[in-house]
T-cell receptor, first 115, second 114 residues
Framework: EAQVTQNPRYLITVTGKKLTVTCSQNMNHEYMSWYRQDPGLGLRQIYYSMNVEVTDKGDVPEGYKVSRKEKRNFPLILESPSPNQTSLYFC??????????????FGPGTRLTVT | GESVGLHLPTLSVQEGDNSIINCAYSNSASDYFIWYKQESGKGPQFIIDIRSNMDKRQGQRVTVLLNKTVKHLSLQIAATQPGDSAVYFCAEGLFSGGYNKLIFGAGTRLAVHP
């Protein structure tokens, strides 16, 4: 089954404790992205990757890191989480290149709470 | 399920009626637009896209209309069903400098009543 998987689905952590949220897709998509979703703000892009070893900042990259060492995986790293990073996080992937609409497939989401 | 928008505008319709969800966008240079549907507790799901050189595009039970003069986008859902209840997001996309960027709107909640 074609899908995007994220782990963990739920995470409660404390300020400053490094964490990683994994994302994996099995569709051989080149484009991958991370979003955060907060009430009333829609989805805001954190980082995206056009291909392996190619990553770039989205609209809200502060406090986050990503890596793209393999095509299928795109982990999101919070080196020192803070309470304002409490949010619902989505990973997405797309076959689209630089001239096609981003028909993205989204993962199920990761609910992160930082206390 | 997850709460994705506590204060979203809500459109309430009767089952079987047609629904029209509206969206105003900001960038007149956007190259394309997409509608996504998000059901409670799930990630967004692609519905339909339209390129900026088009005025109308139809899918299965859905039609997207684009009015570039007033920077307005709408999604029409025919014969709305209970399974259409969800939050709907419009997004504007831009091809620029070798990348492909998508910016989402805040969303509209569609509530379908029997």
């Amino acid at each position: 089954e074609a899908q995007v998987t994220q782990n963990p689905r739920y995470l409660i952590t404390v300020t400053g404790k490094k964490l990683t949220v994994t994302c994996s897709q099995n569709m051989n998509h080149e484009y991958m992205s991370w979003y955060r979703q907060d009430p009333g703000l829609g989805l805001r892009q954190i980082y995206y990757s056009m291909n392996v070893e190619v990553t770039d900042k989205g609209d809200v990259p502060e406090g986050y890191k990503v890596s793209r060492k393999e095509k299928r995986n795109f982990p999101l790293i919070l080196e020192s989480p803070s309470p304002n990073q409490t949010s619902l996080y989505f990973c997405a992937s797309s076959l689209a290149g630089t001239a096609d609409p981003l028909e993205q497939y989204f993962g199920p989401g990761t609910r992160l709470t930082v206390t | 399920g997850e709460s994705v928008g506590l204060h979203l505008p809500t459109l309430s319709v009767q089952e079987g009626d047609n629904s029209i969800i509206n969206c105003a966008y900001s960038n007149s240079a956007s190259d394309y637009f997409i509608w996504y549907k998000q059901e409670s507790g799930k990630g967004p799901q692609f519905i339909i896209d339209i390129r900026s050189n088009m005025d109308k595009r139809q899918g299965q039970r859905v039609t997207v209309l684009l009015n570039k003069t007033v920077k307005h986008l709408s999604l029409q859902i025919a014969a709305t069903q209970p399974g259409d209840s969800a939050v709907y997001f419009c997004a504007e996309g831009l091809f620029s400098g070798g990348y492909n960027k998508l910016i989402f709107g805040a969303g509209t909640r569609l509530a379908v009543h029997p």
